[in-house]
Structure formats: structure tokens, C-alpha cells
Nanobody, 125 residues
Framework: QVQLVESGGGLVQAGGSLRLSCALS????????MAWFRQAPGKEREFVAA????????RYVDSVKGRFTISRDNAKNTVYLQMNSLKPEDTAVYYC??????????????????WGQGTQVTVSS
């Protein structure tokens, strides 16, 4: 059974940075495309970024382009989300997700087969 565990969330001031990590266990990490989604209170879950199995292709929502970077280390079974120039509107619970279609970089949540429990990111103004 695939398990995903996120870490790295916290409280940061606007303009600051955080790096989220998500470790996959239970299956071979390189079999999966990976993504980050987020959900703010009272809002729907929103796609943030995705990466194919070998990092060859990435995709971002427009609101984070130029500020966030998704990357992965297949040797460490971990996907990362480097978040720079954070804004209060980035406040949300961030979830990582795994897609068995490893060449995909889908931006819709139903494409993903496995989810982590989420990590809170709070950006103060």
C-alpha cells in the first residue's frame, strides 16, 4: 500500500520561503508522477504543481509560476515544493499526491490515486 507523508509546513511572513517534502513508501517511487495540491478554508482543493516520474516535465498553476518549484529525488523517494516569495493567499493545507500514470502531469485531483494527510502553510501579512 502506498503511503505519502508530507513535512515542512509552518508559519512564515509574507515574502518568506518554505520547502515542503513528501516521502512515498510502499511502492517504487519512480513508478509515479507526483503533484502538490492545496486547500484553503472554505475553498475547493486547488492544483499547485506536478512533475513526471523522471522530472522531465513539470506543470504549475499560474498563480505560483516563478515563485514555486517542484522537484523530486527518486533515490530518496521524495518530492519537494520550494516556495519562495510567499503571499498570504498561499495560506492553505498542502497535499501531495501520486499518479500511477507516471508520464502524466495532470492538474485535476481525480487523476491521482494516493494522497498524503496534508501539511499546514500559513503566511502572515
Amino acid at each position: 500500500q502506498v503511503q505519502l507523508v508530507e513535512s515542512g509546513g509552518g508559519l512564515v511572513q509574507a515574502g518568506g520561503s518554505l520547502r515542503l517534502s513528501c516521502a512515498l513508501s510502499g511502492r517504487s517511487f519512480s513508478n509515479y508522477a507526483m503533484a502538490w495540491f492545496r486547500q484553503a478554508p472554505g475553498k475547493e482543493r486547488e492544483f499547485v504543481a506536478a512533475i513526471t516520474w523522471n522530472g522531465g516535465s513539470t506543470r504549475y498553476v499560474d498563480s505560483v509560476k516563478g515563485r514555486f518549484t517542484i522537484s523530486r529525488d527518486n533515490a530518496k523517494n521524495t518530492v519537494y515544493l520550494q516556495m519562495n516569495s510567499l503571499k498570504p493567499e498561499d495560506t492553505a493545507v498542502y497535499y501531495c499526491a501520486a499518479d500511477r500514470s507516471r508520464y502524466s502531469s495532470a492538474n485535476y485531483h481525480i487523476a491521482y490515486n494516493y494522497w498524503g494527510q496534508g501539511t499546514q502553510v500559513t503566511v502572515s501579512s
